[in-house]
């Protein structure tokens, strides 16, 4: 008998639950049935044709493009496995044909695939080698996109530090292209970043400023995220009915754009505030909401390769979580019914005693009936072993097809990780090909750079600290002598790394032809010749190229001892008889956007007495702008004038000592890594 009783209350459960899961696909049907929803999120036969016809007649570069839209298809519908074997398979086609813009394409999405599966370390190595290509290729907008990519991760790992630089870097670009798409989605994830650290004034300052670009294009989408991060903020402020006015902005406009991972959040946040808010009724709707779309989400997952017993615990878990919410609701709709209704429940509750206790005494008496009972318990017993032969055939066959998935899983995984490792190991063979030529392209640079007996044989009282952010530079140095001229610049041309150097091989040219050809040895001069030759060799009267340089020149008279000093925003700084100067350079650069009929740069005259020395520093931005220290923030300007006050004195060596000791312990006691190329010189006359 008690079996019996266990079986009929599994009926009683299966009956209960049943009703749920109609709900559940009843309100999956609504969002699939809106007009808005995408209705070819699955890649169609049409498009998988079109792959198989673009390989049959060799037309690769169509076939790797074909490829890569059918994985960002299947990576919208979450489906993980078959989004990575189609990424592979374009990034395959486009090494072969070497198409660079598709293999970095290639690179980001495989990294968002990881991303999607908290596999950081690996999204990281896809995303940098994605970054490395798409700068070399010059492509703007896809390095905002991988560097916006990269910041995510940072943020998830709380390196809220890493993460804010990374999302500037990419705003800056953004911003630079005109792309108002991406510019809100940056300010978003900016405002998302806030929000984690508790900054709420500064998230809703974002989230607001995401708002004004995304309602001005219409970008619906996006706009769902900005109004759940601003209910999730009111929520954590105890503002509630804000929370719920911009909670049911979200979720109406999500229904619209079928934005079903963000419904299940922003129903999650209206049932918490709407509870907050005592407004038990419509909590547990979207309590029910939240429920319904969590485990739909869910049930699409489990059938993918990625499927694995992490995701089902994962599973398990929320289903528990969402169990107890329940019951915390329904506690909460039983403390608001009336005493009128409490004081029925107890009426019915004492009738269905007196109910049992009647049945109980037919139940003796009934007891009489031995032979009756007999035969029904010979019939019981017959449809209970009949019962747990169906339940022992309905549990093997459950492990047969469960065993039969988890080997067809693995073996997809094999097949995955061998396509990877052999990815990878083509990456990498790649890589060292390029490190190879970058290695052997800073051996030429270095070359062109004056040597330290140059150095050492026109300016005996000088150091130069020159440590390059990548292999080569973007910034670099310049020391020649003409009869009785010392010209010294410190350079920092746009960019760092490859192009960097591309920039700096090309200044370092015009500056020898004005100096050495032409014979022009004045200060100001010099910079004005240097722009017309950068803006002439860029040919950017013509063009939207608008790459330069900054720098700060000195021309020395080593008979008049005078000392004539130009600057395009870098600046100069000495120090005469223990008082520090610092001369600010023109705010303007070599190259680059001319909005002036003619660029003119002016000129300082400083005067080197011959009784005492005079100590001088010349520098690029990259040793203030550095990060670090306890608190993360720039060296700046004022701890560099501190720093050489301190020093000024000292043997040049041991200066050029304590500057990369200050910059090196800088970096260690902060969370940043080298942003910049550093070049710090001093010299004393």
Avoid at 56 to 67: G, P, Q, T, V
Avoid at 115 to 135: C, H, M, P, T, V
Avoid at 555 to 578: C, H, W, Y
């Amino acid at each position: 008998m008690r079996v019996l009783y266990v079986l009929f209350s599994f009926c009683l459960l299966v009956g209960k639950v049943a009703p749920l899961y109609a709900q559940k696909d009843s309100l999956v049907y609504t969002y699939k049935q809106s007009p808005n929803t995408n209705k070819e999120a699955l890649p169609t036969k049409n498009l998988l044709a079109k792959l198989a016809q673009a390989e049959n007649s060799r037309n690769w570069k169509d076939a790797a493009k074909l490829a890569y839209e059918i994985g960002i298809d299947y990576d919208h519908q979450t489906n993980y496995s078959l989004a990575l074997q189609y990424f592979l398979k374009s990034l395959q086609i486009a090494q072969t044909i070497q198409d660079t813009k598709r293999v970095a394409a290639s690179l980001n999405s495989i990294g968002i695939v990881y991303q999607n599966q908290q596999d950081y370390n690996k999204a990281l190595a896809y995303f940098e080698q994605s970054l490395a290509i798409k700068k070399s290729i010059n492509d703007r907008v896809g390095t905002s996109t991988t560097l916006n990519n990269m910041a995510i991760i940072y943020r998830n790992r709380n390196q809220y530090g890493k993460a804010l630089e990374t999302y500037q870097a990419s705003l800056v670009i953004r911003q630079e292209v005109q792309d108002k798409r991406l510019i809100a989605a940056t300010l978003n994830n900016i405002a998302t970043l806030y929000e984690v650290q508790k900054n709420y004034e500064l998230a809703l300052e974002y989230y607001q400023k995401s708002i004004t670009l995304k309602e001005e294009i219409a970008d619906k989408q996006g706009l769902v995220h900005s109004f759940n991060g601003l209910a999730s903020i009111y929520y954590d402020k105890k503002d509630y009915q804000k929370s719920v006015v911009f909670g049911e902005k979200a979720f109406q406009l999500g229904v619209e754009t079928a934005s079903i991972k963000e419904i299940r959040s922003t129903a999650q946040i209206l049932y918490k505030s709407y509870k907050a808010n005592k407004q038990y009724d419509k909590a547990l709707l979207y309590h029910e909401h939240y429920k319904q779309l969590n485990d739909s989400i869910f049930s699409v997952e489990k059938t993918k390769a990625f499927a694995r017993l992490e995701e089902k615990q994962l599973i398990e878990k929320h289903g528990k979580e969402m169990e107890i919410a329940q019951k915390e609701a329904e506690s909460d709709r039983f403390r608001n019914l009336t005493q009128q209704e409490i004081n029925q429940r107890r009426t019915e509750h004492f009738q269905n005693i007196s109910q049992k206790m009647r049945l109980e005494r037919n139940r003796l008496k009934a007891e009489n009936k031995t032979k009756e009972l007999e035969v029904q318990k010979q019939k019981e017993e017959k449809a209970f072993q009949k019962i747990i032969s169906y339940l022992i055939l309905f549990a093997f066959s459950g492990a047969s097809m469960a065993t039969f998935i988890i080997f067809r899983s693995k073996r997809k995984e094999q097949k995955t990780n061998k396509a990877l490792n052999n990815t990878l190991k083509l990456v990498n063979e790649q890589k060292k090909a390029i490190t190879d030529s970058i290695n052997y392209a800073k051996r030429i640079q270095m070359a062109i750079l004056p040597s330290e007996e140059v150095f050492t044989q026109i300016l005996p009282e000088s150091f130069v600290f020159f440590q390059p952010r990548n292999i080569v530079s973007g910034d670099f140095y310049y020391l020649e002598q003409k009869e009785n001229k010392i010209i010294l610049a410190a350079i920092d041309c746009t960019g760092h790394g490859v192009p960097g150097a591309l920039m700096s091989m090309m200044g370092k040219e015009i500056l020898s032809k004005i100096i050495q050809d032409k014979n022009i040895l004045q200060a100001n001069l010099i910079l004005d010749e240097l722009h017309k030759g950068i803006r002439t060799a860029l040919k950017q009267a013509h063009n939207e190229n608008r790459d330069g340089m900054d720098l700060a020149l000195v021309v020395i008279d080593t008979q008049t001892r005078q000392m004539e000093f130009s600057g395009a925003k870098n600046p100069l700084i000495f120090i005469q008889n223990g008082k520090l100067q610092h001369i600010k350079g023109d705010r303007k650069a070599i190259g680059g956007d001319q909005r002036e009929q003619e660029r003119v740069f002016t000129q300082q005259l400083i005067t080197l007495p011959a009784n005492e020395g005079t100590t001088a520093y010349l520098f690029s931005d990259g040793f203030q702008d550095q990060f670090g220290g306890e608190n993360d923030k720039k060296i700046s300007i004022g701890r560099m004038k501190t720093l050489f006050t301190e020093i000024h004195a000292l043997p040049m060596q041991t200066q050029k000592e304590a500057v990369k000791k200050y910059f090196d312990d800088w970096i260690n006691a902060g969370t940043s890594k080298q942003m910049d190329d550093i070049l710090v010189i001093g010299f004393r006359l």
